[in-house]
């Protein structure tokens, strides 16, 4: 059974997007339940988890507590690496990697230095994978039945048979299913206990629905642990901050931490039976203000060195921090820049491909937003009327409303036009409303 202690100092949090980190586990091979092989004796009493987050990479340190409570026994001890490579060489670390690698990583046993064999080994196919594939089987044999195509039947007949032949046959580990493990081999006495100490640092990697502040994920498994005898007695993760790297930076905490403090974040778990894992999000801006001043530099730093495509992007994040934190004279004063230069950019003829980028380069913030495209304009009028400026407000409305015009009078498939539709009644009712 499990129960949530709080009985740490309080520390922080890691972030990258891939399943990297994990627990120490016996016989290692991975599957749906990250179980291992054999049934192993040997028990897991204590451990814990040290992770020091630091602005560009976190550092791990991790000590185990491990019991033989059964006959002596030797087996293979692992820790997982790298996940989702795109291929594997047979004697090697997979190559095409899109996952993230643990750096120097280090094993001692008992105070001295283990050696680290690299492995790769399949995955099957999760639950979620496996069902999906048999929802399309069956949804496969349905349009078969119904096809009264010949050439189409057959057609579908030969989709059917490499669905059923990835989730049944000997196929079914597929190659981008393998992850890296880092392996050392452990001989324990009867009722021997051994310390195993591991350690390593690693990079963040961005999440992909990275927001404005650039949040980030990690995830610690724990399940890992679930291949040793019985519960682990004791587990203890802990993170800290490096300088830098701040409390208002965390984001998520699952499960919710037992102390949280400027310090950091701290998880205390008794008589454990690991099955589920930490999950943290950090983000690299404290907040939408810090996020803002450090987009605008770095719009500077592109402008000066005559990226101006990418300036107005960093200029156009710079303007949704604002806006969404208040800061309307400021969102004020750097929206009318984008607008000023996105009029250079026309002015310079849509023939160049920069003044086609520069026009074009703040409607691809939008997704981070999670927001339609609409001109500049519209928030030039939104912070003017929320400033108090209601002569200058009416203005912007109607520079808006003639750019929303321009806008559905092209071609352009990449702006939300029933958003821009419906954002131009809303400024006709507006511009309406102000002059009765």
Not at 332 to 357: N, Q
Not at 360 to 385: G, H, N, Q, S
Request: proline share 5%; hydrophobic share 40%.
């Amino acid at each position: 059974m499990r129960r949530l202690a709080a009985v740490l100092p309080a520390l922080a949090l890691l972030a990258a997007s891939s399943d990297g980190r994990a627990d120490l586990a016996p016989e290692p091979q991975f599957g749906e339940s990250l179980s291992p092989r054999k049934p192993t004796e040997v028990a897991m009493r204590e451990e814990t988890v040290r992770i020091r987050l630091e602005r560009d990479r976190a550092t791990v340190r991790a000590e185990f507590v491990l019991e033989n409570t059964g006959p002596a026994t030797t087996l293979e001890v692992g820790f997982p690496d790298v996940v989702y490579p795109a291929e594997h060489a047979a004697d090697g670390p997979p190559v095409g990697l899109s996952g993230v690698m643990l750096q120097a990583f280090r094993v001692r046993v008992d105070g001295a230095p283990a050696p680290v064999t690299y492995r790769h080994v399949p995955v099957g196919e999760s639950r979620e994978a496996h069902d999906s594939a048999r929802q399309r089987i069956a949804s496969l044999r349905e349009r078969i039945r119904a096809e009264r195509d010949p050439e189409r039947a057959a057609d579908l007949r030969g989709e059917l048979a490499g669905e059923e032949k990835r989730i049944s046959g000997p196929g079914a580990e597929k190659d981008w299913a393998f992850r890296g493990w880092l392996v050392w081999t452990m001989t324990f006495r009867e009722a021997e206990r051994r310390a195993v100490a591991v350690s390593y640092w690693v990079s963040y990697e961005g999440w992909k629905e990275a927001g404005p502040l650039n949040e980030r994920r990690f995830r610690y498994i724990l399940r890992t642990g679930a291949g040793w005898k019985g519960a682990i007695g004791r587990a203890q993760v802990l993170v800290s901050f490096d300088e830098g790297v701040s409390l208002r930076q965390v984001r998520r905490a699952e499960p919710p931490p037992g102390t949280r403090g400027e310090s950091g974040l701290g998880w205390d778990l008794r008589d454990f039976e690991p099955d589920r894992d930490i999950e943290l999000l950090v983000a690299e801006h404290a907040d939408l203000a810090e996020a803002a001043a450090v987009y605008l530099a770095e719009a500077e730093a592109a402008e000066a060195e005559g990226r101006r495509g990418e300036a107005q992007s960093h200029r156009a994040m710079a303007a949704r921090c604002q806006e969404d934190a208040g800061l309307f004279a400021e969102c004020l004063a750097t929206c009318r820049k984008i607008v000023a230069k996105e009029r250079e950019a026309r002015a310079r003829g849509g023939t160049e491909r920069d003044a086609l980028d520069v026009a074009y380069a703040a409607v691809d913030i939008t997704p981070f937003f999670k927001a339609a495209y609409e001109p500049w304009e519209c928030a030039i009028a939104r912070c003017l009327r929320k400033l108090g400026r209601v002569a200058e407000a009416r203005e912007a409305a109607a520079a808006a409303l003639e750019a929303i015009e321009g806008v559905l009078g092209r071609e352009t498939p990449r702006h939300d036009r029933d958003a821009l539709e419906k954002r131009r009644e809303e400024l006709r009712a507006s511009l309406g409303a102000s002059a009765r």
